[in-house]
Nanobody
Framework: QVHLAESGGGLVQAGGSLRLSCTAS????????MGWYRQAPGKQRDMVAV??????NYGDSVKGRFTISKDNAKSTVYLQMNSLKAEDTAVYYC??????????????WGQGTQVTVSS
């Protein structure tokens, strides 16, 4: 069983920075894609940033402010969030498209971490 564990959320003032981390554990054959989605109250879950086959993709609202990176040896993805705005407030979910030891491909989600930006 693959598990995603997130850390790094919290409360920050507008203009500040936060760094999120997510580590995949379990018997993993390969990570196809890994990254972050977010969901604000009453809104749909949107893609923030995902590294897919080594290439980063960003949601339009975070381009130039957020940076995603991945440590393959640690099966960990990071999201550096700078110049945070009140509208970045949401629950941030780690996402993984992962091949397990039985060669099964599944999508996995973390439990979510709250990011609150005060204006």
């Amino acid at each position: 069983q693959v598990h995603l564990a997130e850390s790094g959320g919290g409360l920050v003032q507008a203009g500040g920075s936060l760094r999120l981390s997510c580590t995949a554990s379990g018997i993993i054959n390969r990570i196809n894609a890994m990254g972050w989605y977010r969901q604000a109250p009453g809104k749909q879950r949107d893609m923030v940033a995902v590294i897919d086959d080594g290439l980063p993709n960003y949601g339009d609202s975070v381009k130039g402010r957020f940076t995603i990176s991945k440590d393959n040896a640690k099966s960990t993805v990071y999201l550096q969030m700078n110049s945070l705005k009140a509208e970045d407030t949401a629950v941030y979910y780690c996402y993984g498209d992962i091949v397990d030891f039985r060669a099964r491909v599944n999508e996995y989600w973390g439990q979510g971490t709250q990011v609150t930006v005060s204006s």
